[in-house]
């Protein structure tokens, strides 16, 4: 299935704004990421396991075990903190 994936404030200089990927019937927010990070270089170093990042799909915030459908929209950012 396909998915738009988007990408905010450091991420987003990292990655790009956006862009699609195809994910097995299944997949979670999790799964995504983890696909993401199989790409390598800029996606491994910039999504990696050790990094905190959120998540949200379709414009809600979420974890990673919350499971996607067609034509969903995910989300990655980096945590906020206030000043």
Do not use: W
Not at 13 to 39: F, N, P, W, Y
Not at 53 to 80: M, W, Y
Request: include cysteine; charged fraction near 20%.
């Amino acid at each position: 299935m396909k998915l738009n994936v988007r990408y905010f404030a450091s991420l987003r200089e990292a990655l790009g704004a956006s862009e699609s990927i195809a994910v097995e019937a299944g997949a979670t927010v999790g799964s995504v990421r983890d696909a993401l990070i199989a790409r390598g270089g800029s996606h491994a170093s910039t999504l990696a396991r050790g990094r905190a990042v959120r998540s949200a799909l379709n414009q809600a915030l979420c974890d990673e075990s919350t499971p996607v459908a067609e034509g969903a929209e995910v989300a990655f950012f980096p945590p906020v903190t206030g000043g």
